[in-house]
Every structure is written in structure tokens, then in C-alpha cells.
């Protein structure tokens, strides 16, 4: 997975990343239009497929909605890195599909515009802008077999 960085701050919940007032509508297409929209109103104009969002401390916390992490994988992002994730986002971002690597020093050093490069299979993170790399345990087999076809649901 190759793409921009969209770069956020600590304590980013799934109100931000989808509010609440669009959950009256599951599709996957209606919550991307409004993916990131209460902290950054531009973000669905400037996400291109294969985006990477990066973000610093406790990443989706808040609430234990599923749309958080559909949103976010609906509006083209391949990626979440950050140093760390709110368990129940964690684990539903597996559920759906969403990969998600936590590596601190990654998402300290990574900055909005870089160009990262994600090999999940070897857990190696490469900001090809900074020329760093940074390594995480990659997912097991079966997690990566679940992110591959798309969750848990997918066949």
C-alpha cells in the first residue's frame, strides 16, 4: 500500500471521524462523503485511493460504532498508523477489513503530504519522503487473510 498522509492529532474519536448526525444513512458511500468533515471539512476532496491516515495517541476512541472505521476505509484510505488505538476502533477496523499498524515513532515522524509505503506482510513502514523505516510485528496469517478479503464477513 503506497499513498499521502493525512495527518491528525491525539485523542481523534468516531465522532470526528463520522458524526453522529450522518448515521441515520449505513451506506458505505454516505458515511465517506462525510469521513473527518468536523476536523477537516476538506478531507473528502483531498483523499485519493491509497491514502494513508496518520495519527498520534489513542485513535478511535470514543464510541464502539463500526461506521468510524467502515467511513474511513469507504473514503479510499488503505492505512491507519498511529501509536496507538482505542481497542474496540482496533478491532473492528479488523472486522471490516481496515488495516491498521500501530508504530509510534512512524506516526510521530510522519507528517501531512509525506508518501508512505506499507508492506503488511513484513510489518515494514517506509516514508518514502523522510527516507525512513520503521518496523512493526507484522499481522498474523489469519488477520492478514481477514484484511485481504475485505472482513470478516467478506468470502
Known sequence: MKGRVHKYKDN???DEIIPARYLNDSSHSA???HCM???????????KPGDIIVAEKNFGCGSSREHAP????????SC???CDFARI????SINIGLPILEC??????????DEIDVDLASGTIKNLTKSKTYSVPP??????????????LNK
Do not use: H, Q, W, Y
Not at 476502533?89 to 473492528?92: A, E, P, V, Y
Open 12 to 14: 481523534v474519536n468516531t
Open 104 to 113: 509510534e515513532a512512524a506516526a510521530k515522524d510522519a507528517e501531512d503530504g
Open 37 to 47: 468533515e468536523d476536523i477537516d471539512a476538506d478531507f473528502v476532496k483531498k483523499v
Open 89 to 92: 476502533f482496533f478491532r473492528n
Open 139 to 152: 499481522f498474523p496469517a489469519e488477520i492478514r487473510a481477514i484484511i485481504a478479503r475485505g472482513g470478516l
Open 80 to 82: 491507519v498508523i498511529a
Open 70 to 77: 467502515i467511513a474511513i476505509k469507504a473514503s479510499g484510505v
Open 31 to 33: 458515511l465517506a462523503a
